[in-house]
């Protein structure tokens, strides 16, 4: 029995969940397929920041997280209050931190780009791997604005960075 503490979870309206092979190609086929998505199920407003999400998440997936031969999964849901952008790997000894990249360096922004643009995010170990996930919190109404958020510390779960 559920004490009226616990929180459950909220009832899912709409999913998606696709399983990539660990390409660039497939970068960018995540980032299209959860802009289309986010705009039909009724949130254009949130189809940039959904698939800037993806992208980072899957780019991450890519470059720290694949093995030759296993998939990645991008898993968008949405609920009456939430769309989650998950993406999972198989690599859940490589766990993602924030860190600050040097002016001259590539790589290494993008969960400071997560961090700014979802409302919440965080880290799940899998019992294979590791699913890092992003929320964006459904505004809707002139009182509650779209656009840039205030930088996060850090995830919903302690990890130490790569």
Avoid at 44 to 66: F, I, K, M, Q, R
Avoid at 95 to 121: K, S, T
Avoid at 124 to 143: C, H, I, N, S, Y
Wanted: charged share 30%.
């Amino acid at each position: 029995m559920t004490s009226a503490r616990e929180k459950l979870p909220a009832p899912v309206l709409r999913e998606d969940r696709i399983d990539f092979a660990p390409t660039a190609r497939s970068v960018s086929f995540s980032r299209r397929r959860t802009a289309r998505l986010v705009r039909e199920w009724g949130y254009p407003g949130l189809a940039g920041d959904a698939a800037l999400l993806v992208s980072e998440l899957a780019t991450n997936a890519l470059l720290h997280g694949a093995i030759r031969g296993r998939l990645f999964r991008v898993h968008l849901t949405l609920s009456a209050a939430t769309l989650r952008i998950a993406v999972s790997d198989p690599r859940g000894e490589r766990l993602p931190g924030l860190r600050e990249a040097a002016d001259d360096e590539c790589y290494g922004r993008g969960l400071v780009i997560v961090a700014r643009i979802a409302d919440r995010w965080g880290i799940e170990p899998r019992t294979v791997g590791k699913t890092v996930f992003a929320e964006l919190a459904l505004r809707q109404g002139p009182d509650m604005p779209m656009g840039p958020r205030e930088l996060r510390a850090g995830p919903s779960r302690t990890a130490t960075p790569r």
